[in-house]
């Protein structure tokens, strides 16, 4: 396959990338290296790298010719950073899938890839969540990411061009990002522990999360590309284990019996409990989760 990442050179997008350079496929990856929460980023020597923003149709519209697949992964993917500036929030994540949905139909692109969030369950839903319940956005991340759902989903109704939307529980696991106070969990506790700090706990730490590992998401975006079901197109998925834990168990996982904590107050827009119901990306994709936190974390030490 020719094929797009888009954000492929942050933590998701760029294992994604080097999985599809492995398999033998040609990769271009679009990414305008705005995120913060890198160490560095991370460059495949084998693909063509564009810098630039989705945002932009005018300047990323020509790569997108004799484009198979494109995988849509750049957005502003943290919560609070939209809860402060939520219209960079919907320039970033609505704009940019538009634009993105929009040159690959230009172009002739067979199908789209698109990475959501399970943040759009809310607190309306009782977990495990599944793809029939209804959408509670309670922050402008994840009305946006839900803004480029519908997108994807017209474009394949309206144009037919084939769209496969994901959403994503908590991802971890190699490049996760380490860097400042809304880093992912997993990696920050990490970096905490590690440099002898206490590890931070927002509220009391009983919230559940379905933490999910980077390389089962990106088998999930590989079969996607590949996987010929008509079943699938203009679709929502979960991809997670189905499977939670509490933010504490995770810090005593990480940390020991008595892990050194500070807590930290609640945050605004953050839902308490989540956990995929993921049969159904089990049924058309025939994609199962393979890895669990408890042995990855094991892993490390």
């Known amino acids: 396959m020719k094929c797009i990442v888009t954000g492929g050179l ?40 564009v810098v630039e923003s989705v945002q932009n149709y005018d300047r990323i519209r020509e790569y997108f010719n004799d484009i198979d697949v494109v995988f849509h992964l750049a957005a502003e993917s943290r919560i609070q950073p939209c809860v402060e500036n ?18 690959a139909r230009s172009a002739g692109v067979k199908r ?8 759009s369950y ?15 956005c309670l922050n402008p991340y994840s009305i946006t990411k839900v803004a480029g759902e519908q997108l994807a989903k017209i474009y394949y109704r309206l144009y037919g061009l084939e769209t496969v939307t994901f959403r994503y529980f908590n991802v971890y696991g190699e490049r996760q990002p380490l860097k400042g106070q809304y880093a992912p969990v997993v990696g920050l ?7 002898g700090l206490p590890m931070t706990i927002v509220g009391d730490g009983l919230q559940t999360r379905d933490f999910t590992y980077v390389g089962d998401v990106v088998d999930a975006n590989i ?4 996987v010929s079901d008509q ?24 940390g020991g019996k ?24 089990r049924e058309i994709l025939g994609w199962e989760p393979k890895t669990k936190i408890q042995d990855w974390i094991k892993a490390q030490k």
């Not at 942050?10 to 990856?29: A, E, M, N, P, R």
């Open 10 to 49: 942050g933590f998701i997008g760029s294992t994604l990338t080097d999985k599809l350079i492995d398999q033998g496929h040609k990769v271009t990856v679009i990414d305008d290296m705005s995120a913060d929460t890198h160490e560095h980023f991370y460059f495949n020597n084998l693909t063509d790298v």
């Open 86 to 103: 939520p219209m960079a929030a919907v320039v970033a994540n609505a704009l940019g899938t538009c634009s993105v949905l929009q040159a």
């Open 112 to 119: 789209v890839v698109y990475s959501s969030t399970s943040a």
């Open 122 to 136: 809310g607190e309306a839903n009782t977990p495990p969540f599944n793809e029939l319940m209804c959408v509670d």
């Open 189 to 195: 506790f990490d970096v905490q522990h590690a440099r």
């Open 223 to 226: 079969l996607a590309a590949t």
């Open 231 to 254: 079943r699938m197109f203009g679709e929502v998925f979960n991809i997670g284990t189905g499977n939670s834990i509490s933010v504490m168990d995770l810090a005593e996982m990480i």
């Open 258 to 281: 008595d892990p050194h904590i500070k807590y930290i107050p609640e945050r605004p827009g953050e839902l308490r409990h989540a956990k995929a119901d993921n049969s159904k990306a």
